[in-house]
């Protein structure tokens, strides 16, 4: 056996090979088990409040979209804990979607300046009310016109945490979203 001024040539040898490939699958095996673990523990999802957020963005662009395509009239009612879109007809606003918020998210509505649509009242059917309904009507906070227009409104989203601000301008271009 022979020796060098380091000692044991064989040793020093055997040493200097490294990690054979059974022992370096190992590693890396361990190593996705433990970044798999970290993974599976990481939330990725997105707040429920932005996830409403962006469902109302895109009801707001779908009803000016809409009415626009539709020549009609549309509607949008905040409720206890969501909101309704209505439809325009010659017998009175009829609700044809609701959305209820993911529970604990607060929304709160100011409506923009006064805006009407006297000016499309023979062009589209507008809702009209006898006196003795007027009691039961249900008339939307927010409209969106033939033309493109829409009631200006500011809607902010809450969730105790967070807020959420969506200012719609009176062409139903939505600005000021911080998501």
């Known amino acids: 056996m ?7 040539f064989e040793a020093q040898r055997t040493a200097e090979r490294g990690l054979t490939l059974v022992e370096l699958l190992v590693v890396i095996a361990i ?11 990481v939330t990725t999802g997105r707040a429920p ?4 957020a962006l469902k109302v963005e895109r009801d707001i662009a779908s009803m000016r979209d809409t009415a626009v395509a ?3 009239v549309f509607g949008l009612r905040t409720e206890e804990g969501g909101y309704g879109r209505y439809r325009g ?3 009175g606003w009829v609700l044809f979607e609701t959305y209820s918020l993911p529970h ?3 929304m709160e509505l100011v409506v923009g300046e006064d805006w009407s649509l006297t000016e499309h009242s023979e062009d589209v059917p507008f809702p ?3 006196e003795e309904d007027e009691d039961k009507a249900v008339e939307p906070e927010i409209v969106f016109s033939p033309e493109g227009s829409v009631t200006p409104f500011t809607l902010t989203l809450r969730d105790g945490e967070r807020a959420i601000v969506l200012s719609v301008d009176g062409f139903g271009k939505v600005s000021d979203a911080d998501f």
Not at 2 to 8: D, V
Not at 31 to 41: D, N, W
Not at 49 to 52: G, H, L, S
Request: net charge negative.
């Open 128 to 130: 009209e009310f006898d």
């Open 104 to 106: 604990k998210i607060d």
């Open 89 to 91: 007809q010659a017998e």
């Open 2 to 8: 022979p020796i060098s001024a380091l000692g044991n």
């Open 70 to 72: 539709s020549v009609s």
């Open 49 to 52: 409040i932005v996830d409403a």
């Open 31 to 41: 190593m996705g088990f433990a970044s798999g673990a970290v993974l599976l523990t």
